[in-house]
């Protein structure tokens, strides 16, 4: 089936986008079925993006409407026989508006300064029907100047923005950024590189397209410098007080606080977040879990392999900035310590395992609560730490995660529709490095024991040095309403959490006095360990006495200190 889109923006103010679907009537259908995708590939949340569609509607090619109606939370249906038209179908035209204005990397953004086009958000595909070489069309004002898209662009004049893709999978795999955007690039491998930036920054003096490349060209080289696609595009959105990236076929779009570029470690994590993101093209979107493609749009998909997708991603993200030259050794540990602190202080991780954590990632990891540290552990930060042990085991065997990567790609390209198993993954780590480096990673993968992080660092040259505070401690997180303090997270067999208190909890009272934000703030100052104190707290409304009793603070990681510094880059070093 072919089908032309028309996207247009005509008052971007309103956060409306117009869409209007073209197209030949099946021969020999009564019905047809379209669909908007419930969720985003990459993005394992149910974000039913249909709740912002209005004013739906299917015609013929005379103008006449076609009965319609709306028959699940995603799913239209246009029927022949009920319609009272004349059925001349040699044309039939969808057509629908959605408003758009969530600026996320996995939605669609619309206002007066600029479009962000999220595929899945927007555009709707139909159901059991083949979509080959859609054309899309963007109409918007004339005072924006640019469209970025990693699209292929099929325009026959200046003012035109025509765009094919080979499906409909690829057609929404590509984000579109239309406003007056910053635009630059560079080429590698004789291969276009485009970069687009919305949004305000603070003065800072990065390097940006020259640093970007040089990420590029160190994650190519991993694959040896195989780069699958033909052009590449980074949407970068630098806007107060966001953070995150999402990988697509050929482009990746990424936000992050551009007042920060010009901080060392902010500047290094965005190099950081960058990378991540462009190392999917590879682990993937063409390396995946086999339960992830074809795709149902409709539904979860569920996988327990996203230890592989963003945990391996997650190790390697940072390891990719150390490579590249941006980093020094020093630093690239400083972040991997920033993981161990997180891992450390989640007690979810005894409860639930690598496996678990990504089977249950529709319901648990896009879905935090106030228990969430307590019931689960994230595979991106578990799995990173997994893959950094792993690293280490090969290393001892005389290879490392390298060699795993070339292995993964090799099979990809034997077989580029199929999708992995854990077994075959086992299968290539056992090659690599013996069935007592398996054994050991499969456990770290199916069970919750805890992880002997000490002695596997020591064997990259590194230890973690610990410091023990005597500094009371009640496991709870505070949030604030102007002066007054709640219980934000207790954290599972902490003193707050033996005594009864309650995420939720307004603390009024601290034995008697008022407690204030400034109290919680500073309240290891005026209180003890193993002495009860007396919390008067207003829950549900209701004021309740509960007594405590603090502990002492948990060790933490102090830093990752380098004892063996030829080892250590021997090691780290591409």
Known sequence: MNINYIVQLDLPEQHHVKVTLQMKWPAGKKSLRVFLPSWSPGSYLLREYARHIRHFEASQSNGEILFHEQITKNIWEINLEKSAATHNTEKLSVSYEIYCKDLTVRTSHVDASHAFLHGPSYLMGVLD???????IEFRFPKIWSKLSTSLKDISEVRDQFIFTAPDYDSLIDCPVEIGCHETDGFEYQNKPHHLAYYGQLYPHKQDLKND??????????????????????FINHFVPKIYGGLEHLNSTALHFDGRKLGNRKDYLNYLSLLGHEYFHLWNVKRIRPQELGPFDYHHENYTTLLWLAEGLTSFMD????????????E???????????????????YFHSLEQSSFNAWVKLYRPDENSKNSSVSYYLKGGLVFMVLHGLLIEKGKSINDLLIS????FKQRPDQGVSKQEIYQLIENLGGSDVVEKFSTMIETTQDIDFDSALKKMGLEMKWHQSNNPWLGIDWEFTGERVFIKTIIHDGPAHKAGLNAGDEIIFLNSLRFLKEDADKISNFIFTDMTYEFIV??????????IVPGKQPRVLKEISIIDRVLAERVFKF
């Open 129 to 135: 029907e083949k979509i080959e070489a859609p054309v």
């Open 212 to 233: 970007i490349k040089k990420i590029v060209e160190t994650v190519a080289k991993h694959f040896n410098q195989e780069l699958p696609y033909e052009n590449y595009l």
């Open 318 to 329: 940072d390891l990719f900035v150390y490579r590249a030259g941006l980093s020094t050794l």
């Open 331 to 349: 630093e690239y540990l400083d972040a991997v310590k920033g993981h161990f602190e997180t891992y450390f202080s989640t007690p979810g991780r």
């Open 408 to 411: 993964l790609w090799t099979q």
């Open 538 to 547: 207003s829950r549900l409304g209701q004021i309740q006495k509960i007594e």
